[in-house]
Each structure stands twice: as structure tokens, then as C-alpha cells.
């Protein structure tokens, strides 16, 4: 028996915390109505055969459409459950379901599901292998683009990867929404992030590596979904303003550190 199967719940009760799991699934999600019975069919389906005990939280980030009711009126092969997030961004929503976790693990995907869910296995493998994140990429080697992202999107990622990898080394993909973590090190490291925005998981690998975690990048073969909600004028724009102030406290922090 793995680590995972054989896995317990911390001693003591934790006010508004979720139920013991093995392993947490956190989806964000924004007026993800229609793209999510398909994920959630698929995701559930692979967690069933697993001999973990898995749960799967989708954070509804402020929709007008009916992504909390569509989820609650189905029945799904694992638990699913909902909970709220008022303040908008990525970041807010996946910290607010990670933060209300006790499981050993817990990460976050995407709700257009782009990267494969098998993947799962081998960030598993990872962290049963003492890594503190593993995180899937669209370009570490080994990785494929089977429909890649329209040119705008294409331009603004390599420019963003360029700068977020002087803030995190050797990570060649920050952005793709697939990273489970060490659930005690991901908590840490989030109290000390502050971005909400697409820049988040910058911050997040950022603060994880400062604390000495490991990060296993996995290769993946990932697909565009056009019906993303990533627009690259609006949050292409605010992510790059996050990437900046990230840099300023960054040198800030050296400075301070310099005048000891």
C-alpha cells in the first residue's frame, strides 16, 4: 500500500475544512456551465477506479450562469462538492478551495480540462517520490501542442514565460492549469502570496521553491479549448502588471537583504 492509499486525517478538528480525503481536485470555475457535466463525467469516472479517496471541489467564482446548480442537480461517481468565491480572479478561487482542504494532497485544474487526466498518475508518482509540487507543462521536453493557441495568445505566452522563468528557474511552463501539491507546503506558501490574478501560480511555484519544495515538470501532450475565458487584451494585460510587481518586491527583497 502507497503513501496516498494508507494516508490519515490529521488529529483535531478544523473549523470550516472539508471532510478527510486522500487526494482534492479544486476546479475554478466562472460561468463554466457549459463545459463542466463533460469535465466533471470525465474527471470523476478516472478518480472512481482509484483506490484513493478523492473529492472534487468546484469553486464557483461569481457566475451569472448555472454552474453551482447544474453540478448540484447531477450525480457523479465521486463526491463533488461547491463553494463560493465573491472576490474575482483565478488565484482568489483556487486559494479558496485549496485553503479549505485537510486531504494529503490537493492541486487544481482547469475546467476546459486542456491538459489529460491521466496525468494525474504521474503527479502522483511524483509527489509519492518526495516532490512538493508537480505541475504539468506545454513546453518541457517531451511536450505536445495537438491544437495549439490562436498567434496573439502564442506571443503574449512565450514573453510571459521568458520573464516568470528569472522569477522561478528552470520552470519552462508556470500557466498550465494542472498542479497538485503537498497540501501542508501549498498552504504555507499561499499565505504568503498576495496575486489573485493569472499571474498567481508565478507567485505560488515561487514561494514554494523559496521554501525548499521541489517542483517535478511534467510533459504533456494539451490541447486549446477556444471557449477559454482567458482574454488576452484584459488579462493578458493585468497578468504582465502582476509578473511586474512581482519583479519590484522580488528586487525590493534583495535590496533589503543586501543592506543587512
Known sequence: MNRLE?????????????????????????NEAARLPATLAEVT???????????????????????????????????VVVVGCSRPGKGAAVRRGIAGSTARLVGFIDADLSTPVPT?????????????????????????????????????????RLLARRLVPGIHDTQCGFKIFDRVAVQQALHRCQVNGFAFDVELLRQLRRAGGRIAEIPVTWTDDERSTFRPLRDGRAAFADLLRLYRADMLGAGQAGAR
Open 6 to 30: 494508507s494516508s490519515t486525517a490529521p488529529p483535531g478538528h478544523v473549523p470550516n475544512r472539508r471532510g478527510h480525503a486522500d487526494l482534492e481536485l479544486v476546479v475554478p470555475a466562472f
Open 45 to 79: 469516472g478516472f478518480l472512481s477506479a482509484k483506490p484513493w479517496h478523492t473529492r472534487v471541489v468546484v469553486v464557483d467564482n461569481g457566475s451569472t450562469d448555472d454552474t453551482a446548480a447544474i453540478i448540484d442537480a447531477r450525480g457523479w461517481d465521486v463526491e
Open 120 to 160: 494525474l498518475n504521474r503527479a502522483v508518482a511524483e509527489l509519492e517520490s518526495g516532490a512538493t509540487a508537480a505541475i504539468a507543462s506545454r513546453h518541457a521536453p517531451g511536450a505536445e501542442l495537438t491544437h495549439p493557441q490562436p498567434l496573439l495568445r502564442r506571443l503574449g505566452g512565450s514573453v510571459f
